[in-house]
């Protein structure tokens, strides 16, 4: 395999993303894979501008919408058990 300097860029934006994972590391299982996921599509779009192809564009546009839905119907799931969670306190 060989590693160019397109795949060294995208390897170390995905590592950057992922640090927020240090943080609290319920971010790194949720937030830093939706981020990484998507941040290869947008460099994909950045890096690879002079020789894209339409199976490239739209595979790296369907990446950034799958993540942007993914994290939208995630933190929705994650507020509705809280709201249940609160809710079932109040009947204690």
Known sequence: MIITNELLVILLAILIVCLIGFKKYVWFISLAYVFSISIVGIMNLLLFRESMNLALIIS????????????????????WNIKRLLLLEEEF
Do not use: G, K
């Open 60 to 79: 790296s546009i369907i990446l950034i919408l799958y993540d942007i839905m993914n994290l939208y119907y995630d933190n929705r799931r994650s507020l």
